[in-house]
């Protein structure tokens, strides 16, 4: 017992200082020819976590297969952070339960570069510096699995009042073939009520035990892990629960944040306010089409049948003429939801749409009195009765919106006037959303309506106190409701020791809680570089909204692919940036290129495929919760393709009404960096304007596995190792290490 709680008190002072927690292994051929990956695979992998006291105890069952053509030599590795204490690991290979060795860093890293060595495979790169668990070799027949349960202790890393818990998923990614079935649950124990649950690189599900015990999963089928599993959770007694994560790699420039607010469990049970909601239904003689009027029907049934006895509500309906169906708003007694849903059901579809009428007239429905208003605006097509210029529509329906109305909009169909649905969300606070012809209709109405099914704090501000923050995203804070938070991200001017101050109206009257809070002076790892690269996910959604909305500009333009460039995030509007006859050297074309695209992004946003494929994408960068995009070098077996960057968005409109990714092979992310490739060269961040020829003199060249690459190794961060351990044996790479340029062969 001793023993153990040393280790524990070793493994936190370690955690404080490192990046990573602990690992998971993976099988390597003895055979000199054989490489390490593309030779077996995982059959599944499913990992339970049991956080208490923010020590976990983590428990992982997977199974390898043989893929090989016949019966190879193998032996088992498990990568050790620092940081982890293994309980038990037990191998099971046809029957026989087989043990292994604890090799301490020094050796582990004489083993991981000998292994490389041998190989000519760098795969085990990002490793050194780690402990290492290794069996001795063991026969594994072609097709029979090798079963492994591992159990260990770690001490999950503590970040003043939130607590990080982690999953390297990453090492998965060396299988042959996708993983069946891969799972990670987390239950999370605390002594106060839990307030926050964020992932920065997984969705999960997230089921609440009650205040202080909540069980976070993550489930996929047929899939290949290449992203780390990080979740973080806040335990405390705030009735509104605040979290700030920043990260400010250089001390000369503008630091970046996020903020989580949310309410804590409690607070939501006890202070729903009551809301006044106004659904608005095209029945224009197009929603007859595809039955869209009659799913429309049904799903605003299901909405009608939802709202609060405390909630009131009223039913505005249009073709080229508009009816109320109700004088004024009336509460959700069970007799008017009857009378509405009645009404509903004798509707047809007819005439044309009057869409500057219908939201005017919904506007003025609402009282002055402090609830919560909302507006769920549903139509399928372009204004044709009535006002029809997209600019007087807007311009009508913000001088109606006089108490503070928030519009959320679907559009249906592709014949939808992007632009203009678009255009009054955003000019009314709201959001929009878009369904395809052949797509199901109810769920993204029921999804639309729970965002503002139950809100427990409207009319939100946050801010810090004496720092200044710029490039803030959303710019307009939306309301908080029960199960939801609002995540908000922008850059600071100086870190520090400050105090976060979170105000809205709660239970009735306007309420402000303060939180101390430190933003970063200076941060010495990138365990936080997620909050910068969400930062630009969002700084890129707004750009291109700007275009879409307002109109290009060469400031929006030059800023756009500057972000792209550094963060990887490709759209339609940059995807040039991966063409290998693009010099990643010349801002002047890269302009051109980004400017005539966004002018044909412009020219088809009025309606149609692309427009609401653009729409969606917007939306994506808009509310990403997570870095983006996921994904990057995936190994996989000689000769197939790299999977490539995902594009955000849709070039071709075939795509997106398939709903299928579109990937730019010649971009990588790895890790925190963004590699571009030209012809088989690969250029890391740092290195996109050198001339292989023209800069000769500047460049160093090494030959992978030498000698002078393995200083290099043991000098690299785990971040500048990933880079070198995505090289494939055809391909170069130049990289900049410690100032120094590397043309690596």
């Not at 839990?194 to 996929?220: C, E, F, G, M, W």
């Not at 909050?531 to 275009?547: H, P, S």
């Not at 995030?569 to 290129?593: K, N, S």
Request: aromatic letters at 8%; charged letters at 30%.
């Amino acid at each position: 017992m001793k023993r153990k709680t040393a280790v524990l008190a070793i493994a936190a002072a370690i955690l404080a200082a490192c990046e990573l927690a602990a690992g998971d292994g993976m099988i390597v051929p003895v055979r000199p020819s054989a490489r390490i990956r593309g030779e077996w695979s995982v059959k599944y992998h499913h990992v339970k976590m049991s956080v208490r006291d923010q020590v976990a105890s983590v428990h992982i069952d997977q199974e390898f297969v043989n893929d090989s053509g016949g019966d190879m030599e193998v032996e088992y590795l498990f990568p050790v952070p620092p940081g982890a204490a293994m309980d038990s690991m037990t191998l099971v290979v046809d029957g026989r339960e087989l043990t292994g060795k604890l090799m301490e860093a020094q050796e582990a890293r004489r083993i991981y570069e000998d292994i490389v060595r041998r190989k000519k495979d760098p795969a085990l790169l990002e490793y050194v510096g780690y402990g290492l668990y290794r069996t001795r070799a063991f026969p594994l027949q072609r097709g029979k699995p090798a079963h492994v349960i591992t159990t260990y202790t770690t001490v999950c890393r503590r970040d003043h009042d939130l607590v990080e818990v982690f999953y390297p998923l990453n090492t998965e990614k060396y299988s042959a073939r996708k993983i069946d079935d891969v799972e990670v649950t987390v239950d999370i124990k605390a002594k106060a009520d839990i307030t926050q649950v964020y992932s920065p690189t997984h969705d999960l599900n997230v089921q609440r035990k009650d205040a202080r015990q909540v069980i976070v999963s993550y489930h996929v089928k047929d899939e290949l892990p290449d992203v780390d599993f990080q979740v973080y959770y806040k335990a405390s007694n705030d009735k509104i629960g605040a979290t700030v994560l920043s990260h400010r790699p250089d001390k000369t420039q503008d630091g970046y944040f996020i903020v989580l607010v949310s309410p804590s469990p409690k607070t939501a049970a006890e202070h729903v306010a009551s809301k006044d909601l106004v659904v608005v239904l095209d029945h224009s003689g197009s929603m007859a089409q595809n039955g869209k009027l009659d799913q429309a029907k049904q799903a605003l049934r299901q909405v009608l049948g939802s709202l609060g006895e405390e909630d009131r509500f009223n039913v505005v309906t249009f073709c080229d003429a508009v009816d109320k169906l109700f004088a004024e708003m009336v509460d959700a007694t069970r007799k008017n939801v009857e009378e509405a849903v009645d009404r509903l059901d004798r509707l047809e579809p007819t005439g044309g749409t009057n869409i500057v009428d219908a939201v005017t007239t919904a506007m003025g429905l609402f009282g002055k009195d402090h609830r919560p208003a909302y507006i769920l605006f549903l139509t399928d097509g372009i204004p044709t009765v009535g006002e029809r210029n997209e600019g007087k529509i807007v311009e009508a329906a913000g001088k109606a919106n006089a108490h503070n109305v928030r519009l959320f909009a679907l559009g249906v169909g592709y014949d939808v006037n992007v632009r203009l649905v678009d255009k009054l969300a955003q000019g009314n606070r709201g959001v929009s959303d878009y369904v395809k012809p052949k797509e199901p209709l109810e769920a993204k109405v029921s999804v639309l309506y729970n965002k503002i099914k139950r809100p427990v704090m409207t009319d939100v501000k946050v801010e810090f106190e004496d720092v200044r923050t710029q490039m803030t995203y959303p710019r307009e804070l939306p309301d908080l409701f029960d199960g939801g938070e609002i995540l908000w991200v922008g850059r600071y001017d100086d870190g520090g020791k400050t105090t976060l101050n979170v105000s809205g109206m709660l239970a009735g009257r306007k309420q402000s809680f303060e939180y101390p809070v430190v933003l970063a002076q200076i941060s010495e790892t990138n365990q936080n570089k997620f909050v910068e690269r969400l930062w630009a996910a969002r700084r890129v959604g707004f750009l291109l909204d700007e275009i879409q909305l307002h109109g290009e500009s060469k400031e929006v333009v030059d800023e756009l692919v500057k972000l792209s460039k550094t963060y990887g995030i490709m759209t339609p509007y940059t995807a040039f940036l991966a063409d290998e006859t693009v010099a990643l050297g010349r801002p002047d074309d890269h302009r051109r290129r980004a400017g005539e695209a966004a002018a044909n992004f412009v020219a088809k946003g009025g309606s149609g495929v692309y427009a609401q494929a653009d729409a969606k994408a917007r939306l994506e960068l808009r509310e990403a919760k997570r870095a983006l995009p996921a994904g990057g070098p995936v190994p996989s077996m000689a000769g197939e393709a790299r999977q490539g960057v995902a594009q955000v968005g849709w070039s071709d409109g075939r795509n997106y009404d398939r709903n299928e990714q579109e990937r730019l092979a010649n971009v990588q992310n790895v890790g925190n960096q963004t590699l571009f490739r030209r012809g088989q060269v690969w250029y890391a961040p740092g290195t996109e304007k050198l001339d292989l020829e023209k800069d000769k003199a500047r460049i160093q060249t090494i030959q992978r596995f030498s000698e002078e690459y393995f200083q290099l190794v043991r000098q690299n961060s785990i971040d500048e190792n990933r880079v070198l351990a995505s090289q494939r044996a055809d391909e170069e790479l130049v990289i900049k290490l410690r100032g120094q340029f590397y043309l690596v062969k």
